[in-house]
Every structure is written in C-alpha cells, then in structure tokens.
C-alpha cells in the first residue's frame, strides 16, 4: 500500500503537514520547497564545474538519480533538525562564529577575500555556509554527543576481545636459518649436501650464490623464518632439528617442487605473547569506538523508522524518493 500511495502523493499521511503545491515533500511538520531542492541542485552543479566535472544534463538517469539523492537528503535533513529540537539541541550564533572562524583561519589563512571568492564559486552565500554547513555540522557533534555519553567498555568486553584475539597479541617462534632452494635435481641436492658437509661458513655462500634460485643468494642462504608462515616440510626442517646440524636434502610438493638444504644457525626463540595489561588500554579504545558508531548507526536507523512506520513523510507527485529509504523499514515491520 505504501508503494501504491507514493505513486500519488507519497509514503505517509495523516502525521505530517499537507502539502502544499510548491513543496517536494513534508517531514512532520517540516515543508521542503522545490526551491531548496533547486538551490541544492544548482549548488552541485557549480561545485562540479568548479572541480572541471561534467554535471549531468536533466532529463537523463544520471540527474534523475542524482535529484533523487537530493530529496533524500532534504528529508534526512528534516528528520535529523526535527529530532535535534526534541532532544533540546541547539547551536548558538556564537558557536558558529567560532567554528566558522577557525574554518577560515585553516583554509583560507584567515582570508576573507579567498573564503568569499571559494564559496561563491560553490554556489553558497555566507548566510548559507553558516545556516547549511556550519551550523548542521555544529548541531551533529552536539547530537553525536549525546548518544555516545553513556556507552561504556567494561573490564570484561576487555578481556572478552583480547582472548578472542589472543592470536594478535602473540608472536610466533622465530628461527635463523641458512638454506639453499636447489632445485628440481635430487642429484645437485645431494652434490650440495655433501659440499656444504664438508665445508663451513664461507662454503655456504659459495654455493647458495651459485645454486639458489631465489634471493636468499644475496644473504648467503641466512634468513631468519617464522614458525607456521613456510611450507610444512620446510618448517619441520627448520623448527625440528638440532641446532648446527645440516638437514639431508628434502622435497617440496606442493609450493616449490623443488629441493632443499637447510641447517638451523641458532636456537629456536620461543613464542610471546603481549600481557593484557599492556594492550588493555588499545583495546579499551577500539572497543568505545566501535560501540561509539554503532550507537550511532542504530541511533539514526530508529530516527528513520520512526518517521516511516509513523507515516510522517509525504512527497510531492513525481518526488518520491527512489529508493524509497522506508521500503527497508516497511519490510522489516511486515516480516518482524
């Protein structure tokens, strides 16, 4: 029924102000002309000249969709200062000059003459940036300010993440090792071993600069490896030999089909894992943000449903948002 009224004069009836013939839609008791959203059309055109844009000709799905995304806007807008109002949220003349100043100082060097050059060239007026920009911007931190005062992040939602994330906070054992990537012959693989046997440090970089065939050439075969992040057969030879012994020659299948030699130059350093305590601060801080903007979000989803399930947007014919953010709304009311 919802979509069937839209046809004719918008999702929403009896709760919000009639329309009138030069309004786009009604929120409450809110009127939003045509002539805002013309102003905001032409505003967008002007910013997209000023950034060398092609704005899109009317008539065309391109500025349909973009008039759309205007109206939505206009009607956020609406809900948003209504809600503000009930909460009794308000910014003051002097909050405005204060931000607006700060504003000027840090874009334009405190210039009047370059402020009022850039935002004429944007299609505002000074009235405009401090009723349309600053303010709104002024009112949304006092809104945000507000849902967010009493979320809080206990002791236990601390220690809750830092062991599901224990993973995080640890650092695998690590280990030195000199090696040679051979090849695909066991014959050369064994050659080496036998060399390398019977030689000793310098040895090694004789024959990893000549048979390796990957980078490990340029350190002489010695890298340092962390335990999990190799290939299995590597990892066992590196991880699960005596330190100083030269492992017999062994095969790859899977990643490198080729054959090694390795012998571990240092003893194995044990895995750590960071106390909580010492993160428990950074988790605290991640966690507030985190239920922070999900306060918010779920602040702003009840904002809209409670306009749409009170039927208290109207559209003009031919302005009906599309899509219309209360479909969500509607469907979730009908299935929940």
């Known amino acids: 029924m919802c979509m069937a009224v839209a046809l004719v004069a918008g999702c929403g009836s009896g709760s919000s102000a009639k329309l009138s013939s030069n309004d786009v839609a009604v929120v409450g008791k809110t009127h939003i002309p045509k002539a805002q959203l013309d102003e905001l059309l032409a505003r967008a055109e002007k910013t997209a000249k000023a950034q060398n844009q092609k704005f899109p000709a009317q008539g065309t799905t ?141 040895t090694w970089c004789k024959l990893a600069k000549k048979y390796a065939k990957d980078a490990s050439a340029q350190t002489c075969g010695k890298t340092t490896f962390t335990k999990g992040q190799t290939v299995k057969v590597f990892d066992q030879a590196a991880f699960d030999t005596p330190t100083g012994t030269i492992v017999q020659p062994f095969y790859d299948p899977t990643q490198y089909k080729a054959w090694f030699v390795a012998q571990p130059v240092s003893d194995v350093k044990p895995a750590v894992t960071t106390p909580e305590k010492q993160v428990a601060a950074a988790i605290r801080q991640t966690l507030l943000s985190q239920k922070q903007q999900q306060a918010v979000s779920d602040w702003s989803k009840s904002l809209t449903k409670s306009y749409c399930s009170g039927s208290k947007i109207r559209y003009q014919v031919g302005y009906a948002a599309n899509p219309d953010p209360c479909a969500a709304t509607t469907s979730a009311l009908t299935t929940g």
Not at 76 to 81: R, V
């Open 62 to 202: 391109q500025y349909q969709a973009l008039r759309n995304q205007a109206v939505t806007s206009l009607v956020e807008q609406a809900e948003f200062e209504q809600k503000a109002a009930a909460m009794g949220v308000t910014v003051t003349k002097a909050e405005i000059d204060k931000r607006l100043a700060f504003v000027k100082k840090q874009y334009y060097g405190g210039s009047e003459k370059r402020y009022l050059a850039d935002i004429t060239k944007r299609g505002y007026t000074d009235a405009q940036v401090r009723n349309e920009v600053i303010r709104l911007q002024l009112l949304s931190e006092k809104v945000q300010k507000q849902i967010i005062k009493n979320v809080k992040v206990s002791n236990a939602d601390v220690d809750a993440y830092y062991k599901s994330h224990i993973t995080s906070y640890s650092t695998p054992p690590t280990r030195s090792v000199r090696y040679i990537l051979v090849g695909k012959s066991k014959a050369e693989a064994e050659s080496v071993y036998q060399q390398l046997k019977n030689g000793n440090a310098q």
